[in-house]
């Protein structure tokens, strides 16, 4: 799937409810994760009016942390494209699914997500080199750089030494935060593992695009949408309620409140699970207090967002 299954969430959202006007667009606040070209059909979509026109009102941004990387690759990310998202309470994180994964089996603070389409399931990066390095099979016993770890790039760098019969831990050095030019020209790793984004400066730095690892056809969960969990069962869930199917409306609406549960658990200063959770006790569940207790508990988080408050009111709450 490609661009079309972004419509894929906005045709969840209005089903949910009635057709709105560009007063009542439903807020909604998408993570486009790094600076990379595969992100230019969302900066598109909102440019052209297509996200209003389906009744939302996206807000997308990058992380600083992503601002910064961009900016070690070369790249100037205006600021007002740029939000601190410490607690990466994004209803759509635009990225990869395979660095999600590990950070969901790595890391406690890690938002539970649900990959609901991606856009790439085979690696597609270039490894470059500089251009003492004559072929693949010289890399044998070299430095090669990759973004993150857990990142695709970082996956297509172990996948590329097993594909060559090394060792990854023992035949060739991996190194993080390396897939920028200037860490080949500076002397600090011998080749990367690249986007087309990065690839194209580094011919503007003269090295050499050594493999294309799109022909061993390695598999990933490469950028997609990935929903948090929570507010996407609650969203389906308020769907089922309103088209009438009661039976699917209650399961949803179990898991959806099990999973907020278990979010202010870990986390009670967190403001999103109060304002989800009173939502679904609001619209599906039909109890009145415990909904108004949980928007008392938001509230008193002092993070409220014109985002989480447009989903409340439209409850009336």
């Known amino acids: 799937m490609r661009f ?3 419509m894929f969430l906005a045709g969840l959202m209005i089903a949910s409810g009635p057709a709105q006007t ?7 606040e998408v993570s486009l994760g790094d600076v990379s070209l595969n992100k230019v059909p969302f900066l598109v979509a909102a440019d052209e009016g297509i996200y209003a026109k389906h009744g939302l009102a996206v807000h997308q941004y990058i992380t600083p942390y992503a601002a910064d990387k961009a900016y070690h690759q070369g790249l100037d990310v205006p600021p007002e494209y740029v939000k601190d998202d410490s607690v990466d309470d994004a209803h759509i994180a635009v990225g990869g699914g395979t660095p999600m994964i ?15 389409a991606t856009f790439e399931n ?16 010289d890399l044998k016993g070299k430095r090669l750089g990759y973004s993150n770890d857990g990142a ?15 060792d990854p831990h023992r035949d060739i050095s991996l190194f993080g935060h390396g897939n920028t030019p200037s860490a080949i020209t500076g002397g600090k790793i ?5 986007s087309v984004l990065v690839r194209s400066l580094a011919a503007q730095a003269n090295l050499k695009d050594l493999v294309d690892l799109s022909q061993y056809e390695i598999a ?31 399961t949803l609406s179990t898991a959806a409140l ?33 909904a108004e207790e949980d928007v008392e508990a938001y509230k008193a988080t002092g993070q409220t967002r014109d985002d989480l408050d447009a989903i409340l009111a439209q409850s009336g709450l």
């Open 190 to 194: 011998d080749a990367f593992v690249g």
């Open 22 to 28: 560009q007063e009542t667009l439903t807020g909604l």
């Open 4 to 6: 079309s299954s972004v």
């Open 258 to 290: 099990e999973l907020l549960d278990r979010a202010v658990e870990l986390d009670p200063a967190l403001a999103d699970p109060y304002a989800y959770r009173a939502v679904v006790y609001a619209e599906l569940v039909g109890d009145a207090d415990r």
């Open 102 to 116: 590990v950070r969901m089996t790595r890391d406690v603070r890690a938002t539970d997500r649900v990959i609901i």
């Open 122 to 137: 085979r690696v597609r990066n270039h490894i470059v080199s500089s251009w003492e390095i004559d072929s693949p099979e």
């Open 152 to 166: 695709v790039t970082h996956l297509a760098a172990i996948s590329f030494a097993r594909l060559m019969g090394w």
């Open 220 to 250: 990933v969960a490469g950028s997609g949408l990935n929903a948090e969990r929570g507010w996407l069962l609650a969203l389906v869930a308020d769907q089922a309620q309103r088209t009438g199917d009661t039976e699917s409306a209650g």
